[in-house]
């Protein structure tokens, strides 16, 4: 896998997401607050809805009229320093999140959900949004995270997901993440 690395990103921490939603891509913005503890934040309006821009000019427009509510200044460096040819640091789709028949041998969505559900906590963690903090801190979310952790991140023995998971189990909790979600997406 190519290493990413873009000197504006690196320097700010700041971090373009590429997202997935209703079958558009769109582009947000993920980054340590310098200004709080480097938390990491994701670019939300003054209602906490995540923004998401069909493109990097409406992206960069958005910055530069205080569409902003983290790290202020650092955050409109970064978005100066970025151009239209700058890809992103990670993609997400969250439309993964609403999967209804998910199998042990299916890796690539596995990963997608996994994460998915990583970029939905942060924005939890961020906005203090309980309802999605408690099924993320369920055990059902908790041993998958676990599981994808070892599978697609750690060293370790493991070649395949546990066919034991009780993914009929998850399946109705990724829904429910889901439904509080997508209230929370503003499409600008």
């Not at 460096?77 to 789709?93: F, H, L, P, R, S």
């Not at 599978?151 to 990724?174: G, H, I, K, M, Q």
Request: net charge negative; hydrophobic share 40%.
């Amino acid at each position: 896998m190519e290493e990413f690395y873009d000197a504006a990103s690196e320097k700010y921490k700041k971090y373009l997401l590429q997202v997935v939603y209703n079958d558009e891509t769109y582009y947000t913005v993920s980054g340590a607050d310098l200004s709080d503890n480097e938390a990491t934040r994701l670019l939300t309006d003054a209602d906490g809805k995540i923004c998401l821009y069909a493109d990097l000019p409406s992206l960069r427009k958005g910055i530069e009229a205080g569409v902003v509510t983290f790290d202020t200044p650092n955050l409109q460096a970064w978005g100066k320093d970025i151009n239209e040819t700058d890809t992103a640091y990670t993609g997400v789709d969250f439309f993964s999140l609403k999967s209804e028949h998910l199998e042990a041998d299916d890796d690539p969505l596995l990963y997608e959900i996994y994460g998915a559900l990583g970029v939905v906590r942060d924005y939890a963690e961020q906005e203090n949004a309980t309802e999605l903090l408690t099924l993320l801190d369920s055990p059902i979310v908790n041993e998958y995270m676990e599981i994808c952790a070892d599978l697609f991140l750690w060293s370790s023995d493991t070649d395949s997901f546990r066919e034991d998971f009780d993914f009929n189990a998850f399946v109705p909790v990724l829904g429910q993440i889901y439904t509080l979600l997508e209230p929370r997406l503003r499409v600008v």
